[in-house]
């Protein structure tokens, strides 16, 4: 149990493009996912809190117009990089919990390259 | 905020070797999980363990949580133990985000 499907697992596009990624769980609901962001060799830091209902908490020195988050239904969050540049290159990872006090699951990640 | 420290930053293991990745985090916690991320990028849950001892085949884990740290045991480590060891936390259990350590790169050499 406890299934978290992100999906696409991989993603190549010129600089301009916008690119969506989803996040799903698979076997529970889930008020709360959170977006995380990886550098090579480097540790998750977490970008936003996306909470279904209502608007995203996004932590500080993100950029909410750049990183457009939707969590429409209990079980999909999505997370749009807008206008992506090679800067927006990275590793992205949603994470998500059937409720408190429990474990959060996380994605198998996207990797997003921009040319 | 809460600050997670992970040590060491690197360790080297011959197979069959065992060891242990500490993780100190600087205030209490209601949710400590710890993570191998394998060389695709994975995050494979291991523990959720914000406080006492589990064990899981060859790996245990315990978090000692008022005095603030966790430890993670390797037992007969294999190749396929190779990757990168989170230890993150979160202050409130409410639904809360993770903090996440810097992690511990695994080698482990035939």
Known sequence: GAVVSQHPSRVICKSGTSVKIECRSLDFQATTMFWYRQFPKKSLMLMATSNEGSKAT???????????????SLTLSTLTVTSAHPEDSSFYICSASSRNNQPQHFGDGTRLSIL | GIQVEQSPPDLILQEGANSTLRCN??????????????????LINLFYIPSGTKQNGRLSATTVATERYSLLYISSSQTTDSGVYFCAVDL?????????????????RP
Do not use: C, M, R
């Open chain 1, 58 to 72: 996004y932590e500080q020195g993100v950029e909410k117009d750049k990183f457009l988050i939707n969590h429409a």
């Open chain 2, 25 to 42: 985090f600087s205030d209490s916690v209601n949710n400590l999980q710890w993570f191998h991320q394998n060389p695709w990028g994975q």
């Open chain 2, 92 to 108: 409130t259990g409410a639904n809360s985000k993770l903090t996440f350590g810097k992690g511990i790169t695994l080698s482990v």
